[in-house]
């Protein structure tokens, strides 16, 4: 797993309430990335980035937010978990900002009530 | 590790036959192609990768074919073995910053013994 640890890996919490997941590397890759997992629709990118304090958002950011202050911690919030954000998240890492692998983490599994 | 219960596509082979796991994308833009599987429980791990001036690549025991008039990718696994046994899912990148994925959603793997 390249060094990826997620925590919390299993949290069920209620609607309306905020959560926070961590992502922590030690490989010192430059880039993160958050994903969700669900039924249906394989992996979609949620936020990533490029670097400290540098993110962007990707395919389904709407209700999330990231941080990342240092380059081993890449942290994803929910703000005020619906519902719909229930899902597996998987945390990964990269290298390289184009053409080249992704490592994952082993995930988050997060159940909104 | 976590996995999501997707309702997928599955490809049941007899152990030591070959797979051929197949994966239309969707870009015609996208130079890069990934393919990783998933165990149950664990995040997904890299397994061969090709760029788009290429249609064929090899690794051990992996084959992965690129055709871009048809916009298809296939991942061709020989002496299949009881190991494969996983969901298999193909991605695809731009030549764009971050190396955001878009990843299809995912064949499973059966080897029967």
């Known amino acids: 797993d390249a060094g990826i640890t997620q925590s919390p890996r299993h949290k069920v919490t209620e609607t309306g309430t905020p959560v926070t997941l961590r992502c922590h590397q030690t490989e010192n890759h430059r880039y993160m990335y958050w994903y969700r997992q669900d039924p249906g629709h394989g992996l979609r990118l949620i936020h990533y980035?490029?670097?400290?304090?540098?993110?962007d958002k990707g395919e389904v950011s709407d209700g999330y937010s990231v941080s990342r202050s240092k380059t081993e911690d890449f942290l994803l919030t929910l703000e005020s978990a619906t519902s719909s954000q229930t899902s597996v998240y998987f945390c990964a890492t990269g290298t390289s900002g184009t053409r080249d692998e992704q490592f994952f983490g082993p995930g988050t599994r997060l159940t909104v009530l | 590790g976590e996995s999501v219960g997707l309702h997928l596509p599955t490809l049941s082979v007899q152990e030591g036959d070959n797979s051929i796991i197949n994966c239309a994308y969707s870009n015609s833009a996208s130079d890069y192609f990934i393919w990783y599987k998933q165990e149950s429980g664990k995040g997904p791990q890299f397994i061969i990768d090709i760029r788009s001036n290429m249609d064929k690549r090899q690794g051990q025991r992996v084959t992965v074919l690129l055709n871009k008039t048809v916009k298809h990718l296939s991942l061709q696994i020989a002496a299949t073995q009881p190991g494969d046994s996983a969901v298999y899912f193909c991605a695809e990148t731009l030549n764009n910053a971050g190396n955001m994925l878009t990843f299809g959603g995912g064949t499973r793997l059966m080897v029967k013994p």
């Open positions: 980035s490029y670097g400290v304090k540098d993110t």
